[in-house]
T-cell receptor, first 112, second 114 residues
Framework: GEDVEQSLFLSVREGDSSVINCTYT??????LYWYKQEPGAGLQLLTY?????DMKQDQRLTVLLNKKDKHLSLRIADTQTGDSAIYFCAESLYSSASKIIFGSGTRLSIRP | KAGVTQTPRYLIKTRGQQVTLSCSPISGHRSVSWYQQTPGQGLQFLFEYFSETQRNKGNFPGRFSGRQFSNSRSEMNVSTLELGDSALYLC?????????????FGSGTRLTVV
């Protein structure tokens, strides 16, 4: 079935790296996404990776995809207070490309 | 350029009423999707429209409907509102149907049913 799972909370010290993990069940994923949601706001697309890629880097963000284990991670280097938000892992499928399946979100909090 | 615009931002309705939400996509985007976000169920796909046609639909009752106009603007309607319909409704637009280009989300309409 279609399911995306992620841990609910992560607390990181300012300046450290944050790693948010996600697992998905459907092996027919086409794209996998990371979205950010700040309080009172919509979803901001941070980055996405095509399912035949292993890694994607974009400035402070690094996405790693282990297709064998169906595991996706987002690493945020030098975490800042502005990175405090809920991060959603999501996937789209070959069978239904326009429908995005979201995880429950990981709330990232930054401590000084 | 302007982002995805959703109106109104907040809405309070009474159980049994009906409501219409509006979404204006980014200029040039022809695909519009709708999602419901609740604390209990998270983000759930409602439907997607492309070139005025519904291309995909999630698992929601028939009380939830939508449409898309020739200018790509979309409306979502919920009839006979229930308390459980209270949620943040998010609209997202993309250049084409499918997700090759990624979706840009609006800030949402927060609907409260009392």
């Amino acid at each position: 079935g279609e399911d995306v799972e992620q841990s609910l909370f992560l607390s990181v010290r300012e300046g450290d790296s944050s790693v948010i993990n996600c697992t998905y069940t459907d092996s027919s994923s086409t794209y996998l996404y990371w979205y950010k949601q700040e309080p009172g706001a919509g979803l901001q697309l941070l980055t996405y990776i095509f399912s035949n890629m292993d890694m994607k880097q974009d400035q402070r963000l690094t996405v790693l995809l282990n297709k064998k284990d169906k595991h996706l991670s987002l690493r945020i280097a030098d975490t800042q207070t502005g990175d405090s938000a809920i991060y959603f892992c999501a996937e789209s499928l070959y069978s239904s490309a326009s429908k995005i399946i979201f995880g429950s979100g990981t709330r990232l909090s930054i401590r000084p | 350029k302007a982002g995805v615009t959703q109106t109104p931002r907040y809405l309070i309705k009474t159980r049994g009423q009906q409501v219409t939400l509006s979404c204006s996509p980014i200029s040039g985007h022809r695909s519009v999707s709708w999602y419901q976000q609740t604390p209990g169920q998270g983000l759930q796909f409602l439907f997607e429209y492309f070139s005025e046609t519904q291309r995909n639909k999630g698992n929601f009752p028939g009380r939830f409907s939508g449409r898309q106009f020739s200018n790509s603007r979309s409306e979502m309607n919920v009839s006979t509102l229930e308390l459980g319909d209270s949620a943040l409704y998010l609209c997202a637009s993309s250049l084409e149907a499918g997700t090759n280009y990624g979706y840009t989300f609006g800030s949402g309409t927060r609907l409260t049913v009392v």
